[in-house]
T-cell receptor
Framework: AQSVTQPDIHITVSEGASLELRCNYS??????LFWYVQSPGQGLQLLLK??????LVQGIKGFEAEFKRSQSSFNLRKPSVHWSDAAEYFC????????????FGTGTRLTVIP | EAQVTQNPRYLITVTGKKLTVTCSQN?????MSWYRQDPGLGLRQIYY???????DKGDVPEGYKVSRKEKRNFPLILESPSPNQTSLYFC?????FGQGYGYTFGSGTRLTVV
């Protein structure tokens, strides 16, 4: 069965520290991969996506993610976190190119302390 | 401005009283979908629509109906709501670009069924 795992339910970092949010998936082929962010009371905003090509992708707000096929992972990183990054982050996977469903992970809530 | 608009943002209703959550997009996207978000479960797809008059079930369709009579609108209908449908609901439309695609999400509808 297809699955997306975000092992960290809640992460707390200090402002200015680096950040890495983990995402693992289980599918046979290389899927389409996404990271979304949800600020309190808001909808979901696309941070970045991977379809093919360079495995290190750059997104908005200074985020980047690296696709590692051997580890079935697509971890999200940011070198220096800002207080405004506090939100919930969702990894999503489309197992078949152009499929009709994004499978979401359960999310990681990020708290940023001054 | 390109957007997906859901209404209402908040809704409290009683068990069994039919309700409709509206979703409208102004981007002429063919594909639209509905998700529900529950703590610890991430987002799960309820229904999707590939185009006008073309709809299909997602992962959790029980207790929901949809219709797609025009491209811009994709309402979610709960004929007889029950407390286990208390959730945060998101409508999304999909846009294509280059070799891939992305989703635009609405701001969400928080539904409480008592």
């Amino acid at each position: 069965a297809q699955s997306v795992t975000q092992p960290d339910i809640h992460i707390t970092v200090s402002e200015g520290a680096s950040l890495e949010l983990r995402c693992n998936y289980s599918y046979g082929a290389t899927p389409y991969l996404f990271w979304y962010v949800q600020s309190p009371g808001q909808g979901l905003q696309l941070l970045l996506k991977y379809f093919s090509g360079d495995t290190l992708v750059q997104g908005i707000k200074g985020f980047e993610a690296e696709f590692k096929r051997s580890q079935s992972s697509f971890n999200l990183r940011k070198p220096s976190v800002h207080w405004s990054d506090a939100a919930e982050y969702f990894c999503a996977v489309d197992a078949t190119a152009g499929a009709n469903n994004l499978f979401f992970g359960t999310g990681t809530r990020l708290t940023v302390i001054p | 401005e390109a957007q997906v608009t859901q209404n209402p943002r908040y809704l409290i209703t009683v068990t069994g009283k039919k309700l409709t959550v509206t979703c409208s997009q102004n981007m002429n996207h063919e594909y639209m979908s509905w998700y529900r978000q529950d703590p610890g479960l991430g987002l799960r797809q309820i229904y999707y629509s590939m185009n006008v008059e073309v709809t299909d079930k997602g992962d959790v369709p029980e207790g929901y109906k949809v219709s797609r009579k025009e491209k811009r609108n994709f309402p979610l209908i709960l004929e007889s709501p029950s407390p286990n449908q208390t959730s945060l609901y998101f409508c999304a439309s999909r846009f294509l670009f280059g070799q891939g695609y992305g989703y635009t999400f609405g701001s969400g509808t928080r539904l409480t069924v008592v």
